[in-house]
């Protein structure tokens, strides 16, 4: 339909994902949204999806899409999609979301346009807003080809509202085919992050390479996070060079965070970093390179050694509680 | 076992503003210094890793223009080092210039092909410059093999079964499939290893097979910008956000410095009442 637009619900958990609200708020906003919800789910999953902007949500709540990853949501959704045939279908950047979306495109031959921020529909195709490298350049990207119209949406790129409305269900079997069965999931760890989560943090105080070892990260910066109750993120590099686990990462290939205030330390602004922290409401950088990239957007600019500044700095504001 | 490593030669993300040419409205890659994509290594040295364990030989496959083949010698180098059989492909000509993430994959399926059989293929996650972070996927269906993406283990291989564990938002998930398989490692996963001078000298004598996608029965609604199923449209600078104050030391001692800065930022944390 020409202005419907489908929603790749997604739940982690035991809750629809923030992601997935805010690309329904934006669906609906554009056009009629659906959601397709594949997989166990909770019992008011349906009704959150519909108070978000869903007019319908196919819903497969069969076992096999959880023990199965990837391939049978891919065999259902290809299906629905050539049935139905809506103007375009949105996916968060998440793991399943990536699969899910490249499985799909794939198998269905279709575009895929990743990293959106913003989309429009117009006769009939779909614009795209992309924040390319980092947030340094804007694209607009379209598609070309006939078929389906597949979108990878940042985090946080639309705010979502609560409107109250309700769906009806569509319900969608599993597919019988054992092929489609090959990627088992065999268990799933949680692991406990310690302190506020980076995705609903107000503050967070971010450390990278400038802060010169591991050790001085991990005495500098949690320290700081704890006092003003934020929580901690890393860039890429110091991730890579094994300082800190990936789930601290913020960045492209990270957590995407928008707190109120962004805390960057010992951190020269790659653009792979920007793209992840670039939408926080302030931005204070302490950096000793005067000519890094971070200072151009940050409110607040410290060029200076981060080592000697942070232990001050967490005097004083003990002092001021 | 027979891995094949597939990965990004990019243009040295350390070095360099990237920028987009505004005729091509693509990446500008020519004339930069190119290296190994830092996550092409890391599936490298999970494949080192495999092979030391198991034995067999690694193959390293990516498309890319000319600028590549230094990239494809440090992968050589890292496989040469720690004395395993290499090889290595080369996608290279115009045709293959300006394909999507569908038409790579496609194109680093056909490639695959045409390497003797193969157990299992890695590649990172996403390259470190574009991100987009599917290609892995669609390569995996392209071969018609199961993908265990975002790994951020690889706990082993049993007999003919790999398993992995996946990233996950809450933690992780014990994954497993049969082999042959295709695998995508996360970033930091493991350190990739320095090539050693005699694995560097040894990388030299490898001849890389290069194809044209005419040479892999590759036409023009397969690869390059033709077939892209996506099209930048326009390319434009987005709503700067503004440089507030820059504050610098104006000489004083380095400690009185610091305390001023210290208050500078409490200041200021005060005047958004996080303190």
């Known amino acids: ?321 | 076992m027979h891995v094949v490593v597939c990965g990004k030669v990019i243009p040295d993300i350390n070095q360099l503003t990237l920028r987009i040419d505004p005729d091509t409205k693509r990446l500008h890659r020519k004339d930069e210094p190119h290296i190994l994509d830092p996550a092409a290594a890391v599936a490298v040295e999970e494949a080192l890793q495999l092979v030391e364990q198991h034995g067999g030989s690694i193959s390293f496959v990516t498309m890319g223009p000319s600028d590549a083949a230094t990239g494809i010698r440090t992968a050589l180098a890292l496989i040469s080092t720690a004395n395993i059989p290499a090889a290595a492909v080369h996608l290279l000509g115009d045709e293959f210039a300006g394909s999507d993430t569908l038409g790579t994959a496609k194109a680093l399926a056909a490639a695959i092909k045409q390497l003797p059989p193969f157990d299992l293929i890695i590649c990172g996650t996403e390259a470190s410059d574009t991100y987009a972070g599917i290609v892995p996927a669609q390569l995996a269906w392209q071969l018609g093999i199961p993908p265990l993406t975002f790994a951020n283990k690889v706990v082993g291989v049993e007999g003919n079964t790999l398993t992995i564990n996946r990233q996950s938002e809450t933690g992780y998930a014990v994954v497993k499939a049969d082999l042959p398989a295709l695998v995508s490692v996360t970033s930091g996963l493991n350190e990739p290893r320095n090539p050693s001078l005699k694995g560097i000298m040894a990388a030299r004598k490898v001849d890389v097979q290069t194809y044209s996608a005419s040479q892999l029965g590759l036409g023009p609604d397969d690869v390059g910008a033709s077939a892209a199923r996506e099209r930048v449209e326009t390319v434009g600078a987005p709503e700067a956000r503004k440089a507030g104050r820059i504050l610098e030391s104006d000489g004083q001692p380095d400690t009185v410095w610091a305390q001023q800065a210290a208050k500078e930022v409490a200041d200021f944390l005060a005047s958004l009442k996080v303190i």
């Open chain 1, 1 to 321: 339909m020409a202005d419907t637009i489908w929603v790749y619900a997604e739940v982690v958990g035991g809750a629809v994902t923030p992601t997935t609200l805010e690309m329904l708020t934006k669906a609906a906003e554009v056009g009629t949204a659906e959601a397709v919800l594949l997989g166990s789910a909770p019992a008011d999953a349906v009704a959150t999806l519909g108070a978000y902007g869903a007019s319908k949500v196919y819903r497969g709540d069969d076992p096999t899409f959880d023990s199965y990853l990837m391939l049978p949501a891919i065999e259902v959704v290809a299906s629905l999609l050539q049935a139905h045939q809506p103007a375009a279908m949105l996916f968060a950047s998440s793991y399943a979301g990536r699969d899910v979306a490249a499985g799909l495109s794939a198998k269905l031959d279709c575009g895929a346009i990743t990293d959106v921020g913003d989309f429009q529909l117009s006769d009939g195709n779909v614009k795209a807003t992309i924040p390319a490298l980092g947030g340094s350049y804007l694209a607009t990207s379209t598609f070309t080809h006939a078929g389906p119209r597949l979108l990878l949406v940042r985090p946080k790129s639309f705010e979502p509202k609560h409107t109250g409305g309700s769906a009806v269900v569509e319900a969608v079997p599993a597919p019988a085919d054992a092929a489609l069965r090959k990627v088992q999931v065999v268990d799933r760890v949680d692991v406990p992050v310690e302190g506020p989560q980076l995705d609903a943090a107000r503050a967070i105080v971010s450390g990278g390479r400038g802060l010169k070892s591991g050790e001085a990260f991990h005495a500098l910066i949690p320290p700081l996070a704890e006092l003003l109750g934020g929580a901690v993120g890393a860039t890429r590099a110091i991730v890579d060079a094994g300082w800190v686990p990936y789930a601290m990462q913020v960045g492209q290939t990270g957590k995407t965070v928008k707190p109120d205030v962004y805390i960057a330390v010992g951190i020269s602004g790659a653009i792979q970093h920007l793209a992840g922290m670039k939408q926080s409401k302030a931005i204070i950088a302490i950096n000793s390179d005067p000519l890094a990239p971070i200072f151009q957007l940050s409110d607040l600019g410290i060029v200076g050694d981060a080592a000697q500044i942070l232990p001050l700095l967490i005097d004083e504001i003990r002092e001021r509680k």
